[in-house]
Nanobody, 125 residues
Framework: QMHLVESGGGLVQPGGSLRLSCAASGRTFSTFAMGWFRQAPGKEREFVAAISWRGGRTYYADSVKGRFTISKDNVQNTVYLQMNSLKPEDTAVYYC??????????????????WGRGTQVTVSS
């Protein structure tokens, strides 16, 4: 079992940057991939980015590709989401997730077994 805690959310102006962190604790050695999802008011939770834990392969939603970068620190058991050129439509609660299933399809929330409680990101002038 893993415990995930997100941090780094806040209020930022359009065009600004923000870096989210997700610290994992507990049973982390079997992790296959970790990802970021977001959910805006009235909308369904959507995929943002993911990274395979051992190989470091990255995956991005088209809406954030070129603006967001996911990275990880295996030693610190932490995944990051660097968000640049932020837009108002990026406003949402951002959730960190993890899966230990090597056959997982990382684009869907159904693939993930562990979730953080989320951190609010608000992009507004």
């Amino acid at each position: 079992q893993m415990h995930l805690v997100e941090s780094g959310g806040g209020l930022v102006q359009p065009g600004g940057s923000l870096r989210l962190s997700c610290a994992a604790s507990g049973r982390t050695f079997s992790t296959f991939a970790m990802g970021w999802f977001r959910q805006a008011p009235g909308k369904e939770r959507e995929f943002v980015a993911a990274i395979s834990w051992r190989g470091g392969r990255t995956y991005y939603a088209d809406s954030v590709k070129g603006r967001f970068t996911i990275s990880k620190d295996n030693v610190q058991n932490t995944v990051y989401l660097q968000m640049n050129s932020l837009k108002p439509e990026d406003t949402a609660v951002y959730y960190c997730a993890a899966t230990d299933n090597s056959g997982s399809y990382v684009y869907t929330s159904l693939a993930y077994d562990y979730w953080g409680r989320g951190t609010q990101v608000t992009v507004s002038s």
